[in-house]
């Protein structure tokens, strides 16, 4: 993998792009580490390295796949850059207000990222999904243009554990909270509204923290926020899995588990932007992209649960987000 | 089921229009009564019927799940009429030229149509899809606009047994050189065209026929035409169904047809332009735009198939469509 060495970019964030794209490497082999520590077997993750080509760029994808715990697990780190051609800078332009400029203008563009989605088997160990990333333009004479972090983790249950989602969302606030006591109910409500299945007039899961845009604090500053929101992710997330992960489950429960499957592949092949966006886009690699689809999904058609039931009392929680910290 | 009774409009079409949706009613119960023989046991179809309340017009939604046979048939037909607004003629005026309009009009419509989709337990039986519709509009004066047709019929198998896919097209054929031999090598392409898979770069199955703003011939042959293209799915698939869904298999053919079933679900949900505009529709029914979806799927990483298998067999013909009479 030529990720290391292929930036051909100079900016006043050269240090921190460089830094960045360190920590996402550094955190993808610290949770996969995690992660194969739980399945505890000889099971290890498959590594794929890719390179975009001609486009600049590359990643590598980790992945465990029928495993003992984890039917499927994927850890993705990614780096590209290049131009952005007006239509996409246009499409970004919706998202992206500070990215306001002459129709038909091409942008420089560089990006890194880690993206994680992991569904166990057990239905009552939660489904996750974490994202982090950093971008920044210049335009066509090289001069910066602008920058941003963005990303998130969430909590996407088939069985509610109340405890748990507490223990998600306060290492997540802590963390927050170190750099400023604001941030946390800002971006755990953007969680609420970004993950919201519109049709379904549902949550995917149970939220978390989710934002984008972010150049509030100095690069410096918010490289260390998405430091801390990493260790979040690696305090929670494994001791959660672990204390679901040998619950006895009936039938039943793993059907609820594959209808709740079933609204995730709806949220990210219809709504999730990054989806979306990657899919339409050249020269991405669709295999890393929907890495994030579970290994098994189904729909029921007109599908109520049992008023009173667990299953229902989940539903009741995406319909009606709750402040769990 | 008020769905006989509520239109309140009045154009040339009148008599076209309630024929239409007298055909689509007589056709599914006429389907719907094939798949239950095939069912053999006293399996029946579930019917809902439903109403768009103050957006004018319903359907009835017939369906059977965890059948013998079928682990998933859904045959759904509906009638809506209403008011477009200026955002969903705008939408519109991308597929179809002819509702050429100053931004910013609404448009009085009409639809009905029949659409279903099957999905047989067994891998070595196909999936199918199938959706005849018709649409008309009106200015705001209530002067008519336009009308058209649309619709087709494809199958979609995991395996691939040539005999089968010749039987299906042969039939399709047949109905339309009846009308003119022209039509079926177009709506053999435009189905090949229309169903692929962008990001996977292969079709979702091997075709059948697709047509839409079609408004060549009168409205009254344009009619009888729909009327052979059902007769000729009445003709084809459910003889198909019968030679295949006894077929001994194995777990790995299940796993095969579990993948082709996420690429399924890849298409209905980031491509079909029905499903798009479905979902974002307000008003519109959720269950039944994605009673399409089948009731288990799956997604491998990085799935290829052994070279000179039945499985790559088969997925050489998606990249590469047949000419199959």
């Not at 739980?38 to 080509?53: A, L, M, Q, V």
């Not at 600049?56 to 994927?74: H, N, P, T, W, Y």
């Not at 306001?100 to 993206?115: E, V």
């Not at 990210?268 to 689809?293: A, Y």
């Amino acid at each position: 993998m030529a990720i290391d060495s292929d930036i051909n970019l100079s900016s006043p964030n050269d240090s921190i792009r460089q830094r960045m794209f360190e920590l996402i490497q550094r955190k993808q082999l610290e949770i996969v580490a995690a992660l194969e520590a739980i399945e505890g077997n000889d099971t290890k993750f498959r590594s794929d390295s890719w390179e975009r080509g001609a486009e600049g760029g590359g990643g590598r994808s980790m992945l465990i796949q029928d495993g003992r715990v984890f039917e499927k697990a994927g850890v993705n780190i990614s780096k590209v850059h290049g131009v952005l051609p007006p239509q996409a800078v246009s499409q970004m332009r919706n998202d992206h207000s500070k990215l306001d400029l002459p129709a038909g203008t091409s942008l420089k563009f560089f990006a890194c990222g880690l993206s994680l989605v992991i569904h166990p088997h057990n239905p009552h160990a939660p489904t996750t999904h974490l994202n982090y990333r950093y971008f920044e333009t210049w335009d066509e004479t090289g001069k910066p243009h602008t920058w941003w972090f963005g990303g998130g983790a969430d909590l996407t249950p088939s069985y509610l554990y109340p405890e748990d989602a507490k223990q998600f969302h306060q290492a997540h606030k802590d963390a927050l909270d170190k750099h400023d006591v604001s941030l946390y109910p800002r971006f755990k409500k953007w969680c609420d509204e970004y993950f919201l299945i519109k049709h379904r007039n549902e949550t995917r899961g149970i939220g978390g923290i989710f934002f984008d845009d972010f150049d509030e604090f100095d690069a410096e500053r918010s490289l260390k926020l998405v430091e801390d929101c990493f260790n979040a992710f690696l305090e929670s997330y494994p001791a959660i899995t672990r204390k679901r992960m040998d619950t006895p489950s009936t039938d039943a429960e793993k059907n609820w588990q594959q209808i709740r499957r079933g609204r995730y592949v709806e949220f990210n092949l219809v709504l999730d932007r990054g989806t979306q966006f990657g899919l339409r886009t050249p020269g991405s690699r669709v295999e890393s992209i929907l890495m994030s689809l579970p290994r098994t999904a189904g729909w029921v058609y007109d599908h109520h649960p049992e008023p009173g039931s667990r299953e229902e009392e989940l539903l009741q929680v995406l319909q009606n987000p709750i402040e769990w910290v």
